[in-house]
Nanobody, 126 residues
Framework: QVHLVESGGGLVQSGGSLRLSCAAS????????SGWFRQAPGKEREFVAAISRSGSTTFYADSVKGRFTISRDNAKITVYLQMNSLKPEDTAVYYCTASSIAWDAIATERSEYDYWGQGTQVTVSS
Protein backbone atom coordinates (compact mmCIF):
# COMPACT_ATOMS: atom_id res chain seq x y z
CA GLN A 1 0.00 0.00 0.00
CA VAL A 2 1.29 3.47 -0.93
CA HIS A 3 -0.18 6.70 0.39
CA LEU A 4 0.57 9.89 -1.57
CA VAL A 5 0.17 13.49 -0.41
CA GLU A 6 0.74 16.42 -2.76
CA SER A 7 1.72 19.94 -1.74
CA GLY A 8 3.04 23.13 -3.31
CA GLY A 9 0.07 24.21 -5.35
CA GLY A 10 -1.23 27.76 -5.33
CA LEU A 11 -1.91 30.88 -7.34
CA VAL A 12 0.80 32.23 -9.63
CA GLN A 13 0.96 34.74 -12.46
CA SER A 14 1.53 33.72 -16.04
CA GLY A 15 5.25 33.12 -16.62
CA GLY A 16 5.84 32.21 -13.01
CA SER A 17 7.03 28.99 -11.40
CA LEU A 18 5.81 26.48 -8.85
CA ARG A 19 7.30 23.31 -7.42
CA LEU A 20 4.94 20.52 -6.51
CA SER A 21 5.99 17.84 -4.04
CA CYS A 22 4.52 14.41 -3.49
CA ALA A 23 5.36 12.72 -0.21
CA ALA A 24 4.88 8.97 -0.21
CA SER A 25 4.49 6.57 2.66
CA UNK A 26 6.16 3.20 2.76
CA UNK A 27 9.77 2.19 2.33
CA UNK A 28 8.87 0.29 -0.85
CA UNK A 29 8.15 3.47 -2.79
CA UNK A 30 11.42 3.05 -4.68
CA UNK A 31 9.84 0.00 -6.33
CA UNK A 32 7.19 2.17 -7.99
CA UNK A 33 7.31 4.32 -11.08
CA SER A 34 5.63 7.66 -10.52
CA GLY A 35 3.87 10.34 -12.47
CA TRP A 36 1.77 13.48 -12.46
CA PHE A 37 -1.62 13.97 -14.05
CA ARG A 38 -3.87 17.03 -14.08
CA GLN A 39 -7.54 17.76 -14.46
CA ALA A 40 -9.03 21.10 -15.43
CA PRO A 41 -12.71 21.90 -14.81
CA GLY A 42 -14.92 20.13 -17.33
CA LYS A 43 -12.03 18.22 -18.86
CA GLU A 44 -10.66 14.70 -18.68
CA ARG A 45 -7.72 13.94 -16.42
CA GLU A 46 -4.60 14.07 -18.57
CA PHE A 47 -1.04 12.83 -18.35
CA VAL A 48 1.64 15.41 -17.53
CA ALA A 49 4.91 13.64 -16.71
CA ALA A 50 6.32 10.28 -15.65
CA ILE A 51 9.50 8.98 -14.06
CA SER A 52 10.85 5.46 -13.68
CA ARG A 53 11.49 3.90 -10.29
CA SER A 54 15.21 4.62 -10.48
CA GLY A 55 14.68 8.12 -11.84
CA SER A 56 16.80 7.38 -14.90
CA THR A 57 13.95 7.75 -17.40
CA THR A 58 11.43 10.57 -17.72
CA PHE A 59 8.69 11.39 -20.20
CA TYR A 60 6.51 14.45 -20.71
CA ALA A 61 3.33 15.45 -22.43
CA ASP A 62 4.01 17.68 -25.42
CA SER A 63 2.12 20.53 -23.76
CA VAL A 64 4.63 20.78 -20.90
CA LYS A 65 7.85 19.58 -22.51
CA GLY A 66 10.68 22.04 -21.95
CA ARG A 67 8.80 23.82 -19.14
CA PHE A 68 8.18 21.10 -16.53
CA THR A 69 10.69 18.76 -14.90
CA ILE A 70 9.85 15.65 -12.93
CA SER A 71 12.34 14.23 -10.44
CA ARG A 72 12.40 11.96 -7.42
CA ASP A 73 14.41 11.46 -4.26
CA ASN A 74 13.95 7.86 -3.15
CA ALA A 75 15.83 8.50 0.08
CA LYS A 76 13.25 11.16 0.98
CA ILE A 77 10.42 9.13 -0.60
CA THR A 78 9.35 12.19 -2.54
CA VAL A 79 8.56 13.04 -6.15
CA TYR A 80 8.73 16.59 -7.48
CA LEU A 81 7.30 18.51 -10.40
CA GLN A 82 9.11 21.76 -11.17
CA MET A 83 6.85 23.93 -13.30
CA ASN A 84 8.34 26.96 -15.08
CA SER A 85 6.92 29.43 -17.60
CA LEU A 86 3.43 28.65 -16.40
CA LYS A 87 0.48 29.49 -18.62
CA PRO A 88 -3.21 29.99 -17.80
CA GLU A 89 -3.95 26.71 -19.57
CA ASP A 90 -1.86 24.91 -16.94
CA THR A 91 -4.56 25.70 -14.39
CA ALA A 92 -5.83 22.40 -12.99
CA VAL A 93 -5.81 20.06 -10.03
CA TYR A 94 -2.53 18.13 -10.16
CA TYR A 95 -2.39 14.52 -8.99
CA CYS A 96 0.61 12.45 -8.00
CA THR A 97 0.52 8.76 -8.86
CA ALA A 98 2.44 5.53 -8.31
CA SER A 99 2.63 2.53 -10.62
CA SER A 100 3.87 -1.01 -10.01
CA ILE A 101 4.83 -1.31 -13.67
CA ALA A 102 7.57 -3.88 -14.21
CA TRP A 103 11.28 -3.27 -14.53
CA ASP A 104 12.44 0.35 -14.70
CA ALA A 105 9.73 1.37 -17.14
CA ILE A 106 7.57 4.46 -17.15
CA ALA A 107 3.80 4.61 -17.29
CA THR A 108 1.78 7.16 -19.23
CA GLU A 109 -1.76 5.76 -19.07
CA ARG A 110 -4.16 6.24 -16.17
CA SER A 111 -4.88 2.52 -16.13
CA GLU A 112 -1.23 1.76 -15.40
CA TYR A 113 -1.27 3.59 -12.08
CA ASP A 114 -2.24 1.90 -8.84
CA TYR A 115 -2.23 4.75 -6.30
CA TRP A 116 -3.32 8.39 -6.47
CA GLY A 117 -2.97 11.38 -4.20
CA GLN A 118 -5.83 13.71 -3.33
CA GLY A 119 -4.59 16.45 -5.66
CA THR A 120 -3.34 20.01 -5.29
CA GLN A 121 -4.80 23.05 -7.05
CA VAL A 122 -2.62 25.11 -9.39
CA THR A 123 -4.09 28.35 -10.70
CA VAL A 124 -2.24 30.51 -13.23
CA SER A 125 -3.60 34.01 -13.75
CA SER A 126 -3.13 35.90 -17.00
Amino acid sequence: QVHLVESGGGLVQSGGSLRLSCAASGRTFSRYASGWFRQAPGKEREFVAAISRSGSTTFYADSVKGRFTISRDNAKITVYLQMNSLKPEDTAVYYCTASSIAWDAIATERSEYDYWGQGTQVTVSS
